[in-house]
């Protein structure tokens, strides 16, 4: 099922409709500012479980959780130096994976030897349900592993409706996947160069 959300202000009385779906083990489908996302509540293992199934992704392969802000992200980092904060500041929000050292708030299922993969999307659902939950949610891109990433809310719901509680519409993002930064030793290093410009200007 598809449920369309204005795109710059997303209505609170859908905003808890899918909240309650997400409590309930629920799986979505949903816009970031990089490429369609699946997600759940960090906190759901169950719902963790379901979308390593759909997707047939090896589970020791981390996935990235999604943060209303940095407050929220400041929660699941372990101890961070003032340089990475000012880093994180100019990147976020926006198109980037940050991987830093996980603190014990991040669930041992979501943790890859002992990091992190954390995001804060510039975009205004993912924004607002973060901040309802009061949690991060699950991020990683809409496809079965392997396969290109599917861009719109109807190839979603066609190509995965069936394994989905809602495929959310509030604008398509720009299709290109986030840029990856591993904060973890001396230097930023890049993982992947995405949608995020790298090295800063």
């Given amino acids: 099922m598809i449920l369309s959300l204005h795109p710059d202000t997303p209505q609170q009385r859908h905003l808890e ?10 799986v979505i489908a949903y816009p970031t500012d990089t490429l369609y996302g699946l997600g759940c509540l960090i906190s759901r293992k169950k719902a963790v479980d379901r979308i390593l199934t759909l997707k ?12 209303a802000d940095m407050e929220m992200l400041c ?3 372990r101890h961070m130096e003032t340089s990475t904060f000012r880093l994180l500041k100019q990147l976020l929000p926006g198109p980037y994976t940050v991987i830093l050292p996980a603190s014990r708030e991040v669930p041992r299922y979501l943790q890859a ?15 607002a349900i973060t901040k309802l939950a009061g949690e991060p949610i699950l991020s990683t891109s809409a496809n079965l592993y392997g396969e290109p990433p599917l861009l719109s809310s109807w190839e979603i719901q066609e190509e995965l409706g069936h394994a989905l ?7 398509e993002p720009v299709g290109e996947s986030s ?10 290093l890049v993982l992947r160069q995405g949608a995020g410009p790298w090295p800063l200007g």
């Avoid at 047939?56 to 943060?67: E, F, G, N, V």
């Avoid at 509680?165 to 604008?171: E, H, P, T, Y």
């Avoid at 840029?179 to 930023?188: C, H, S, V, Y």
Wanted: with cysteine; charged share 30%; glycine share 8%.
């Fill in 17 to 26: 409709r899918i909240l309650e779906i997400l409590t309930r083990d629920g």
């Fill in 56 to 67: 047939h992704r090896d589970p020791r392969k981390p996935m990235s959780i999604l943060c």
């Fill in 75 to 77: 929660r699941y980092a």
């Fill in 113 to 127: 030897k002992q990091t992190v993969g954390l995001r804060i999307p510039d975009n205004p659902f993912c924004t």
């Fill in 165 to 171: 509680d809602m495929v959310v519409d509030c604008g």
């Fill in 179 to 188: 840029t990856i930064l591993d904060l973890t030793g001396d230097e930023p």
